[in-house]
């Protein structure tokens, strides 16, 4: 098994969960959002299990862009923004070890979803405070998670500092729309303001309008979509 790094401080806190263990390291000050990091912590919590063919599929999407020689059992990897442990699952299988780091509780019910995964390190820990040297991962993922930070720019910055001379970083963000036509980036902007609505509510309530917008909105668009 791949040897990880070395924590550049220690932790503040252990956790044992299951047959894993979660090291604390808190979530750092700068470049957060603590509403967005308890939201997401939320919403992992309850949607921390899925499908082994849905994660492969959805894995291969993503990854497609990484050559496979990027690829073994030598591969130091970190994921950032872990959240529930998918992409962390994904890419297990295929290097050698993985840090996974997230800063919301989502890391501890990953670690107990995950708790097979014997070559994964759980961290929880945010962008500004990750115990890992610079320099020390051949490879560094970031999945739908910088978009959140408040200063995107100096997160990135932090992040890229953790990959080795060499090494790659697989990052997502949302993107600016600018080759969409106005009626594209008129519907995505409306959605956009319905769910900065949706995020600040309550848990309970959250759920339900999520639910009914999931039946009568998404559902039968999927539907018709896969009808077309």
């Not at 994660?55 to 591969?75: Q, R």
């Not at 800063?103 to 995964?117: F, I, K, Q, T």
């Amino acid at each position: 098994m791949t040897r990880p790094p070395e924590f550049t401080s220690r932790p503040t806190s252990v956790q044992q969960v299951g047959t894993r263990v979660v090291h604390g390291f808190g979530t750092g000050e700068g470049h957060r959002d603590d509403r967005t990091i308890s939201s997401f912590g939320a919403e992992w919590e309850k949607f921390n299990a899925f499908d082994a063919a849905e994660i492969e599929h959805a894995g291969n999407e993503y990854f497609d862009i990484v050559p496979p020689a990027l690829l073994g059992p030598e591969v130091l990897a970190l994921d950032l923004g872990c959240g529930s442990g998918r992409w962390t699952r994904y890419l297990s299988s295929r290097v050698g070890h993985v840090d996974a780091i997230d800063p919301s509780e989502a890391v501890v019910h990953a670690a107990r979803v995950h708790g097979d995964l014997e070559q994964v390190r759980w961290i929880q820990a945010g962008v500004d405070n990750m115990p890992v040297p610079d320099g020390a991962y051949d490879l560094v993922i970031c999945l739908g998670v910088l978009h959140h930070v408040p200063d995107t720019a100096g997160a990135l910055a932090k992040l890229a500092a953790k990959v080795r001379p060499g090494g790659h970083l697989l990052l997502y963000l949302y993107y600016a729309l600018d080759d969409r036509g106005p009626l594209y980036r008129a519907v995505f902007r409306a959605s956009d303001l319905v769910r900065a609505v949706i995020s600040r509510l309550p848990g309970g309530l959250k759920r339900l309008v999520c639910d009914l917008i999931a039946f009568t909105v998404y559902l039968p668009l999927r539907t018709l979509a896969r009808l077309l």
